[in-house]
Every structure is written in C-alpha cells, then in structure tokens.
C-alpha cells in the first residue's frame, strides 16, 4: 500500500519507541526483583539478631551480666539498630548499663567504620551511637556532622553532642538553630531535653536567654516555645524584657503565651488593650493563669472583644481561680447586653460542666 | 490535500502531543526517583522511636458524614486511636437522612452544647453542636445538608486549632499518620497544606479501622487502580511536589493551615472537585499575591481508601473527577502563565490542561482517527500495530517505573504473588483499561459542558467519595491563640 512509504519514518519511530519502551520495563523488572531478593535477605538476618540478641540486651538492662556472644560482620548494622532502639526507650540507671554492653560489643569500632561511609542510616547510627558511648574525643568528630544540610543527619549529630557534654553543646546548637529553620523546634526540644528532661540547667537557661537577646522579632517568635524547658528564673527575666512597650505583636504574643508568673503581670495588663487581637488574646489566656482578683473587670471587658478567640480566652479565664466561681460567670452572663459576650459564657460554662 | 496527507498530518500531531506528554511524565520521574532517594535515607533516622515534645501544633480532625450510619462509630474509634500529642475530632453531619446522628450521640455519649459558632467561611446553617461526654476532645455540628464541601467549611468554623485535617470518613489510616504529615509544618512554618500517598484498600485487612496486613483486591478493575495509584502518587505528586507545585491535596486525607484556608475562603460549594480546586486556588493567590508559602507532600503510605470495584461505579468516579479538574481549572484560569503564577502557574497548570483535562480527548480522537484511517485503507495494519505498540510500551513503562519506585520506597505489597498480579494488572491497564477510562473522562467533560448535577453523598452505586482530584494517564502563626 502507498501509504505505508509515506509514514515511513513515523511508523519506525513508533516501533522504536515500543521496542525501547518494553526493554526498559523489562529492565525495571528484573532490578525489582533483585531487590527483593536482596531485602528479604536482610530482613530475615535482622529479624535473626532481633532474637538472638534482644534477650540478652534486657537482661543488660534489668541489671545482668549477660555472656556476649561474638558479632559476625554482616550482622553488625542490626545489632546496632536494635541497641539503639532500646537505648532511647529507657531512662535512668539502665541507660549506662546498656551503653556498657555496647561499648563491649565494639560499638565505637563500628561506629568510626560508618561515620564516613556512604550509607545515610550507617551515619545515623554512628552518630547516635557517639553520643550514647559519651566519649569526649569523638565530639570533634560528631562535630563535623552538625552542618550536614540534612536535617536527619544534623539533628542527629546535635543530639550526640547534647549527651557527650550538654554545657558545651548549647554553644554550638542553639546559634544553629536560629539559622536552621528545617531543625523543627518540638524535635529540638526533645534533643535538648536528653540533658535534663525537666528543665534545662542555668547555663543552658542563659545561653537561651542570651541569644534571645540578639534576636529579630521572626526567629525569635520562633524560638520563644523553647522557654519552656528554659529555668524558671532566666525565663521570667527574658519575658519581661521581651514583654515592654514597642514589641513586634508575634514576640509579644509568642512571650504572653510562656507568662507563668504573677511578677509579670503588669505587662500582662498592657497587652490586654494591644490593638492586635493576636496579643490580646494572649493577654486573656496570661490573666487566666496569673491573674488577680482585681482584674476581673479588665477580662470582663476582654469579654466583649470582637474577636472570637479573645472572648473565648477571656470567658476561659473568668472561670478560674482568681475570679471567683462558675456561678459568678453565670450571674455576669444574665447582666451582659453584648450577645456575643453572652452566648461565649454559656459556651465555656457548658465545658466546665463537661 | 489527499487523505492521505490529512492522516499523515493527524499522525505527525498526534506523535508530537505523544512525545510531549511522555517527556513530562519523565520529567516528574526524574525528580521523584531523586525524592525518593533522599526520603529513603531521610526514613532511616526515623527507624529510631520518635518522641513528642508538646511543641506541636494542635490539630483538629474535621470528619464530613452523610449516611454514614454504619461506618461513622468505627472512624471515630480509629481517630481517637491516632498518635499525636494534641488533636481535637469535628464530625459533622451533613443533614444525614439516614441514623447518622443518632448513632454519634449512643456512641459517643453526645450532650447538646452552646457552642458560640462563629461562621469564618460561609455553609449551611448549624441546626446544633454536640459534645461527647465521653471523648472531651470530641464535637458534632449537625447541619443543613449542603454538601461535603460544605461540611468542611462548617468544620473549619469549629475547629480550634491552627492546623485542621480532612479526613473522609471510609479512610483507613496508620496510627502514625498525623505525626507525619503534620512534619512539614514543623521543618518549614511557610507550610500551608501537606498531603501524604493514597493506596487502595481493597483487599486489604482492617481491624478496628487500621491497616492490619496488606493485600490486593480480588477483582481486576480495583487491581489496575492500584498500579493507578502508585503512578499517581509516587510520581505523579511526588514529581511536582519539591517544585511547590503540587496540584493536590487528597481529600481522603491531607492537613491544611486553618488561617490560610479561612483566608482563601474555605472549600467551594459549587464544584464536584473541591479539593483539588482548594488546592489551585491557594497556589493561585499566594502567588499572585506575593505571599511565601509552601504545599507539601510525604511519600509515606498514609491513608487508605475503597476504589469501585466495578466499571459502572469506576465509571461514575472517573466522570466526576474528570469534571471536578475542569472546574478546578476554570475557576483558577488566572493562574495559568500568569507572569507571578510561579511553577504551579507555569509548570502544574499547563500540565493539567494540555495533558491531563484534554489529554484523554486527544487519545481517544487518535483512536478513532486511527480506526478510521484504517478501516479506510489508508493506513497500513503495520503503521496502526506501531502505534499501538508504542502507546502500549510507554504506559507500561511508566507503570513499571511506579511499580519500582514502590520497590524501592516502601515495599508495601511483599508477597511474590502481589508483585506478579501487579505485573499482570500492567498488562491489563494498557490493554483496554486505559482507553476505557479516556472514553469516560471524554464523558466528564461533555458532563462538565452541560453542567448535568452530581450529588454528593448519594453516588451512583460502588462509587467511593470523591478524593482526588488528578487522573493522571496514569494559622495561626502562633499556634491556638
């Protein structure tokens, strides 16, 4: 036919466009199957040295002195992942014993074979194996992972360096983690919180409040969260600087939300008349906390803002404490003429009674 | 001009869009198979426990319900099971005319509550808002029926905290579903939505509204929705996704910034594609307004959905989600090359028009053309077996591509078996399926033309809820004030 000449080059492009196509499938196929192959290897020696291994770790933990069998190479990466993982499950005394055992075991040897290596939950490991050992002399080297740009390495590396020496830490992480905005700072908080879980010592609690001091108003709203595992009195005296006149609304409002002290109130009562409803609403919620009895008429009058969630935090803190009893609010809801200041009590006693 | 050269002309054009959708789709290969790779090693710190630290934001669950009366208790089971620190369930009953209602209050051991609704986004009216006595983090709007998107907006009136998640009420999630999808808005706070992957649920087992062990569904038409799904999610939004240019969030699951929503003006009542068309419009005027934001997408394996399991509800869904990208991309026109439209305006929005919302057009006019040319003597049964060929080489390729990126991601389905009936559904996608779907979704745009009414919550039957937008050939700044 006169046509098939005439389509000539189309026709063979079209061939050659399926023949390449279903070779690369094909290729796609058996890649995938080679992979299969190859993790279900693994996964059968890990679950292997789960067993074997497992036992013997609890036993480390409950404070034995478990026989250490020998570590044959291939199952090396498993051993250190199931020591991680228990590691990070526990608190107190059992910690250092299950350090022990991996000392034993050669976890640093393993560690300095994978710190450089091209697998990424090699390095994981090994930095996350630094830190648990506590040598000084690795710091340097874990060190060198703290700029990594990803953040899964980065925050691993900090979270080494806050258990080999907490003090020192503070002075390398928390300057990075103003320039870091992919460190989340709840996931900071927890690598912060390995060094005292309550609250951070004075040291650390200073260096916070020192950066504070430097900050702009965007990385330090940011930050502010943080002041709550930050000492009781190095916080009170950061908010009350950060509390003064003239502050961005984000510091003010990130400060309001830490107010956990009636030293501060004068600040507070500031900001209740803040023309952003962002600051006022904190302001609410801060004299819910801290309030006196006589700034019952300034929540009152917050009561009545044209802002949903002012009136909300406000009718929120007229039932606490300092304000006098749920039946008092009921008597104020039938004096009010504002129906939204009104229909918000009827809300918030609703959940008290609940 | 002969015949002849008119078909040769159809040939070379039709080659032409070919080539030009098959580039794209490897271009968004290309850059999954880089996500892939870091999010791979990314995971492997995640191996290791995470931990809460109570700095994260709250999150409130909106849940529409329209007859749901014998699914809605076990969701709300399984909400109250996910792991996050701190979330709040909004359910809302759509005007369910069935015992929607009446269960949530047995179940949920539901009081009527003043609540002092305040309307941020507009929806039908709140006939009553409910509190568990049981759950104290748990409320009901009972409303007007006014459709799923409206439902969500009622939602959004509700919810009290700075990030809200969609969830529709046959989701099936993992317990650590929140924990992941919300971590974008940690690593970058110009976050303003985030959607995680879609897989299909069929054939899976589910206990106590969990994924309990995965498996493929029995029937063939659900099967090829599976290697669907893959295309569509691990390269499809996976692809557009570091570009800041994803064109959806599913509305099966996917967690928003309430202020920037509120902001945007809540979901649109007036489209069958409300999420995706969401989506578009929150690319279209932060971009058009000069504001920083960031839509974002993880990988992981999140939430799991029913898919029709026959051609009748498949061809319902494919119907309304071909019309709902139409009128997702009607109402965001201004986006399209707009000179601040970004990629999203100069990379997403051309890609939806040329090759997804025309696409199935082009393909099925190639086949009549082609047909017809044929029968016609015109063209040769080599030239019209080389066509066919390639389109069958290429859709395979792209679907074995998935199918590897999955291998090397998450390797959800493991068994021998599932791979082999996986590779088999290739076959059978590419060998009618394909072309049956484009014939539908050329039935969604003549049912977008004319506007014909679909309803939500009263689908034909089989068809699921709608939840997704693409058919791909394949706060508060502060936190809770």
Redesign the interface.
């Known amino acids: ?4 000449a ?2 000539e080059p ?2 063979r ?3 050659g ?6 070779a ?2 094909a290729a ?2 058996v ?3 080679r ?2 192959r190859r ?1 279900a290897r693994r996964e059968r020696r890990a679950q292997e040295v789960f067993a074997r291994w497992r036992p013997i770790l609890f036993e480390a933990v409950a404070g034995g002195s478990p026989s250490l069998p020998a570590l044959p190479r291939e199952e090396e990466d498993a051993f250190l ?1 199931l020591w ?2 228990l590691l ?2 526990i608190r107190g005394d059992s910690v250092a014993r299950l350090a022990e055992v991996g000392a034993r075991m050669g976890a640093r040897r393993l560690a300095l074979e994978r710190i450089d290596g091209g ?3 090699g390095r ?1 490991l090994a930095l ?1 194996t630094f830190g648990y050992l506590q040598r000084p002399e690795d710091r340097e080297r874990v060190l060198r992972w703290l700029d990594d740009p ?4 980065s ?2 590396a900090a979270r080494a360096l806050v258990r080999i020496d907490p003090e020192r830490a503070a002075d390398e992480l928390l300057p990075r983690l103003v320039a870091r ?2 460190w ?4 900071f ?2 690598v912060l ?1 390995q060094a005292s879980p309550a609250r951070l010592s004075a040291r650390l609690s200073a260096r916070f409040a020192a950066l504070c001091a430097e900050l702009p108003p965007a990385p330090l ?2 930050l502010l ?2 002041a ?1 595992i930050v000492d009781e009195h190095v916080v009170d005296a950061l908010l009350r600087r950060l509390l003064s006149p003239g502050q961005e609304p ?1 510091v003010l ?2 400060a309001l ?1 830490l107010v956990r002290s009636p030293a501060l109130l004068e600040p507070v009562r500031r900001a209740a008349s803040h023309e952003a409803w ?1 600051v006022r ?2 302001a609410a ?1 801060a004299l819910g906390r801290v309030g006196e009895p006589r700034d019952r008429e300034l929540v009152a009058k917050l009561l009545r803002d044209a802002e ?6 406000a009718a929120q803190a007229l039932v606490t404490r300092p304000y006098g009893a749920p039946g008092e609010l009921r008597a104020l809801a039938g004096s009010l003429d504002d129906r ?1 200041a009104r ?2 009590v ?2 918030v006693l ?2 008290v009674r ?1 | 001009m002969t015949l002849l050269h008119a078909v040769e002309i159809v040939e070379w054009v039709f080659l032409a869009y070919f080539v030009a959708l098959n580039l794209s789709y490897l271009a968004l290969n290309l850059v999954s198979l880089g996500v892939i790779k870091r999010d791979a090693d990314a995971r492997a710190s995640l191996l290791l426990p995470r931990f809460f630290s109570q700095l994260e934001p709250p999150v409130s669950v909106i849940v529409p319900a329209f007859n749901e009366e014998a699914t809605i208790a076990g969701t709300i089971r399984c909400l109250l099971q996910l792991e996050y620190p701190e979330l709040e369930i909004v359910v809302v009953n759509d005007g369910s005319t069935d015992g929607t209602l009446d269960v949530l209050v047995r179940e949920l051991d539901l009081v009527r509550f003043p609540e002092a609704y305040r309307v941020s986004v507009p929806s039908t009216p709140v006939r009553g808002v409910y509190r568990s006595l049981r759950h104290r983090n748990v409320r009901v709007l009972d409303k007007e029926n006014g459709g799923k998107a409206d439902a969500m907006n009622a939602g959004i009136n509700a919810a009290r905290y700075p990030l809200f998640c969609a969830v529709d009420g046959d989701s099936v999630l993992q317990r650590d579903s929140l924990t992941r999808v919300v971590r974008p808005f940690l690593e970058d706070p110009t976050t303003i939505a985030c959607g995680g992957t879609i897989r299909v649920v069929n054939g899976c087992r589910v206990v106590d509204g969990f994924m309990e062990e995965v498996g493929l569904p029995r029937g063939w038409v659900a099967r090829v929705q599976v290697i669907e799904y893959l295309r569509a999610f691990l390269f499809g939004r996976l692809g557009w996704a570091p570009l800041n240019a994803l064109p959806n969030v599913s509305g099966a699951f996917g967690v928003f910034r309430r202020t920037a929503v509120i902001a945007a003006g809540g979901y649109r009542t007036d489209t069958v594609g409300e999420d995706m068309e969401l989506v578009l419009r929150l690319h279209r005027l932060h971009h058009l307004e000069g504001r920083p934001y960031r839509i974002s997408f993880v990988p992981d394996p999140i939430c799991w959905t029913e898919v029709p399991e026959t051609l009748r509800g498949l061809r319902a869904q494919r119907i309304r989600w071909h019309r709902g990208l139409l009128e997702s991309l009607v109402c965001n026109w201004r986006l399209l090359l707009h000179p601040r439209g970004g990629a999203a305006g100069w990379l997403t929005a051309p890609n939806l028009v040329v090759f997804e919302a025309l696409g199935p057009l082009v393909e099925v006019t190639g086949y009549v053309v082609m047909a017809a040319a044929f029968a016609l003597g015109v063209v040769a049964w080599g030239s019209f077996a080389a066509f066919l060929a390639a389109a069958f080489g290429v859709g395979a390729l792209l679907s074995a591509n998935a199918l590897f990126l999955e291998e090397r991601s998450f390797h959800v389905y493991r068994r021998p078996q599932h791979l082999a009936t996986l590779l088999a559904a290739i076959l059978v996608e590419n060998l009618g399926y394909r072309q049956l779907t484009a014939f539908w979704r050329v039935a969604g745009m003549v049912n977008w033309m004319f506007r014909r009414p679909i309803a939500w919550g009263a689908p034909p039957a089989d068809a699921p809820p709608a939840h997704d937008g693409t058919t791909l050939a394949g706060g508060d700044p502060t936190g809770t004030p």
């Open positions: 036919m006169d046509s098939v005439a389509f189309v026709v492009l079209a061939w466009t399926a023949l390449v196509s279903v690369l499938s796609l196929v890649q995938v199957l992979m299969r993790l992942l991680i993982q990070d499950g697998e990424a939950l994981v996350r990803r953040s899964y390495i925050l691993a905005a992919d989340p700072v709840p996931l908080a927890d919180a709203a940011r969260p943080l709550s984000e409002a990130a939300r962002s609403v904190q919620a949903w969630w002012v009136r909300y935090r939204f229909d918000m009827q809300q609703a959940e609940a």
